[in-house]
Nanobody, 132 residues
Framework: QVHLVESGGGLVQAGSSLKLACAAS?????????????IGWFRQPPGKEREFVAGISWNGGVTHYPDSVKGRFTISRDNAKNTGYLQMNSLKPEDTAVYYCGVAYLGSIVVVSTEEGDYDYWGQGTQVTVST
């Protein structure tokens, strides 16, 4: 199966930047590998439900963000390194959350998904705390 490990979280002041990484290893029984999957970043603030923050298609050609992070967060991927990234700029206290990456095999029609249920594998999460 595909194993994901997030890194790059930490405690920063408002206005700062962080870059999260999501490193993948392994392959599925069907032989699919990292570059067959779309990547999504989600976050779960304290006491709240998990929410979508960024998604990228299998080849990096399509990205999607909710309004809450658009213009501040940038998702990217390097398929040669089996790694996805989330660059977060101008961080706000309300960005405080555990950040999770997931991968979804979506086929060729829908290439990015905002729905948790579409994701096949998840990492363990990395904590991001933004202080005032």
């Amino acid at each position: 199966q595909v194993h994901l490990v997030e890194s790059g979280g930490g405690l920063v002041q408002a206005g700062s930047s962080l870059k999260l990484a999501c490193a993948a290893s392994g392959r599925t029984a069907s032989g699919r590998t990292f570059d067959d999957y779309a990547i999504g970043w989600f976050r779960q603030p304290p006491g709240k439900e998990r929410e979508f923050v960024a998604g990228i298609s299998w080849n990096g050609g399509v990205t999607h963000y909710p309004d809450s992070v658009k213009g501040r967060f940038t998702i990217s991927r390097d398929n040669a390194k089996n790694t996805g990234y989330l660059q977060m700029n101008s961080l706000k206290p309300e960005d405080t959350a555990v950040y999770y990456c997931g991968v979804a095999y979506l086929g060729s029609i829908v290439v990015v998904s905002t729905e948790e249920g579409d994701y096949d594998y998840w990492g363990q999460g990395t904590q991001v705390t933004v202080s005032t």
